[in-house]
């Protein structure tokens, strides 16, 4: 079996998914044009041709301006139904999607609206292609403390239809501590902490976001090997990262994939998971990831087979929905 296919097939969890960012050059031309929405490009090759980034800022500028040509609930829908439809064809049996509803809300866009396109899409997904998904409502860092807040309110009365929070944006001067109270707030609602930290930001940010912000997982976290002790302790309490191998390529966290450290955090006994980040900009889905970063570094079939076993154990499922993906797991891993 060619390792495409072997990677393809390994049951996973997608963890890392900005839905914004699977937003394809096509489909923004084609939502653009039927709500008269102007974009910063003449053509999708245009488009294209633009993403080519520097650092995590200047992706972040055209990703935001990407996200206008997005208006109505039909236009969320399809949106994650393609995504659900790709995931799909790469193995994911489950995805929890990260929203950046305050991108929206700022353009007049209501938050329902954006939810209710993406809880349509996640129904679908689950009735039609047995991919089941969470929703994980993202606060950008780069607004302040009570604009999040502010979402929060408009989450309220949707708190059921949202699993989790989690804290992206601008990494660079916005330290998780920023939003120390608003996470304690979503907390105490019953809700699950993630955050993006140690992308573009120093190991201290992973510090402070697992311990004044309790996150359970850390967003990327790659920057956490720099800091011996730290990685101990994300190794003892099992703390997994959600890892974008081609993310951290393009936003040149790493010159390139050789170089990249995800072969070192498993061998250091962390729990590394893999991830697209936003594949419509840097490349690829959930298994060109996989395939890129084998070839890589050399990961052999096993290290494949965790890193997907990792996927599924890190995700916000409860063991009894784990236990067909990983029996299946095993089954493709014996194959
Ligand atoms: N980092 C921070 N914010 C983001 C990213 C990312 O990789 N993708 C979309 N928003
Ligand atoms: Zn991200």
Request: without cysteine; negative net charge.
């Given at each position: 079996m060619d390792l495409m296919t072997f990677i393809r097939r390994l049951p996973k969890a997608e963890l890392h998914i900005h839905i914004e960012g699977s937003l394809e050059p096509e489909m923004m031309f084609d939502l653009a044009r039927r709500n008269g929405v102007a974009l910063p490009y003449a053509s999708v090759e245009a488009a294209r041709a633009a993403?080519?980034?520097?650092?995590l800022q200047s992706f972040l500028d055209l990703y935001y301006a990407g996200a206008g040509a997005l208006l109505h609930g039909q236009d969320f829908y399809e949106l994650a139904m393609a995504y659900f439809r790709r995931a799909h064809e790469d193995g994911v049996v489950h995805a929890e999607l990260f929203f950046d509803p305050q991108t929206h809300t700022a353009r007049g866009v209501a938050f329902e609206t954006v939810l209710d396109g993406l809880e349509q899409a996640a129904t679908e997904a689950k009735a039609q292609l047995g991919v089941s998904s969470r929703l994980i409502l993202c606060f950008l860092r780069h607004l302040s403390e009570a604009d999040a807040f502010a979402t929060l309110e408009h989450a309220r009365p949707h708190l059921h239809r949202i699993h989790a929070v989690g804290l992206d944006s601008s990494e660079l001067g916005h330290?998780?501590?920023?939003?120390e109270r608003v996470f304690a707030c979503c907390r105490d609602l019953g809700l699950r902490l993630v955050a993006h930290a140690g992308e573009e930001g120093p190991p201290e940010y992973v510090r402070e976001a697992l311990d004044?912000?309790?996150?359970?997982r850390v967003d990327?976290?790659?920057?956490?090997?720099?800091d011996p002790v730290l990685v101990d302790k994300l190794v003892r309490e099992r703390v997994p990262l959600t890892v974008c191998p081609l993310s951290n390529v393009r936003l040149r966290v790493f010159p390139d994939l050789a170089r990249h450290n995800l072969k070192r955090m498993l061998a250091r006994g962390l729990c590394v998971t893999v991830n697209s980040d936003d594949p419509a900009y840097f490349g690829g889905y959930i298994a060109q990831n996989f395939l890129e970063i084998a070839l890589a570094l050399n990961l052999d079939r096993s290290d494949l087979v965790t890193l997907a076993r990792n996927s599924l154990q890190a995700s916000f499922t409860t063991r009894a929905e784990q236990a067909p993906w990983l029996a299946q797991l095993e089954a493709v891993a014996e194959a």
């Open positions: 993403y080519a980034f520097e650092d330290p998780p501590a920023e939003f004044r912000l309790g996150i359970e990327h976290g790659v920057r956490a090997m720099e």
